[in-house]
């Protein structure tokens, strides 16, 4: 079973199996820092649980794209997100190809089921406007996390999380400057601001 199939087959009880307590997600925005105005791609946005949030900080004049492997997931979020600023994308992040540039890519509880970290970087840089920002966050451990994904290998294939240097150290190799790390038994975020291009 490929990760598209696990998720589409989950789509409809994701939010029932799944618990982002709002003090724990605002503690993510946080560090975040969006601005009213900003252009911002939610990638791995599933079911859309950060959207309100995010739709918070950008404002009516903020853009906010929603992309997700699975297409069942994005049918869950449209029942639930409706703004007139807000666009939906199916497709693997790798390949999506906008005419416009953002100013903030957020990767939200999904980041380990991106194979490959480098190409990861890599495409973030290309989508973002100078100075933009990559965010890596999780409201869990990287540990509980690690613990998770390894009792449903069977089913769907991600990568374990390691420390959070070590995924600092993959962002300043494709052009990222550290902007804030935390890596504990609440959360994992790791957030770059692109300083140049690659």
């Given at each position: ?18 618990c982002h307590p709002e003090e724990k997600v605002n503690h993510v925005f946080d560090k975040i820092k969006l601005e009213k105005g900003n252009y911002v791609l939610d990638i791995g946005s599933g079911t859309g649980i950060i959207i309100p949030y995010i739709e918070k900080e950008i404002g009516e004049g903020g853009k906010l794209v929603a992309l997700d492997l699975s297409e069942k997931m ?125």
């Amino acid at each position: 079973m490929d990760n598209r199939e696990f998720f589409n087959n989950i789509a409809e009880k994701w939010d029932s199996m799944c618990c982002h307590p709002e003090e724990k997600v605002n503690h993510v925005f946080d560090k975040i820092k969006l601005e009213k105005g900003n252009y911002v791609l939610d990638i791995g946005s599933g079911t859309g649980i950060i959207i309100p949030y995010i739709e918070k900080e950008i404002g009516e004049g903020g853009k906010l794209v929603a992309l997700d492997l699975s297409e069942k997931m994005i049918e869950v979020s449209k029942k639930k997100n409706d703004y007139k600023n807000l666009s939906f994308h199916v497709g693997d992040f790798n390949l999506y190809n906008p005419s416009e540039k953002y100013d903030c890519i957020i990767a939200y509880s999904c980041y380990p089921h991106f194979n490959d970290r480098e190409a990861f970087f890599k495409k973030a840089n290309f989508l973002l406007k100078k100075y933009g920002k990559v965010v890596i966050a999780h409201i869990e451990s990287r540990q509980k996390i690690n613990s998770r994904h390894n009792d449903i290998e069977e089913h769907i294939h991600s990568n374990d999380l390691v420390e959070v240097n070590e995924t600092s150290n993959v962002m300043k190799k494709f052009g990222f400057d550290t902007m804030y790390t935390e890596d504990n038994k609440e959360y994992y975020i790791c957030i770059g601001k692109k300083s140049r291009e690659v």
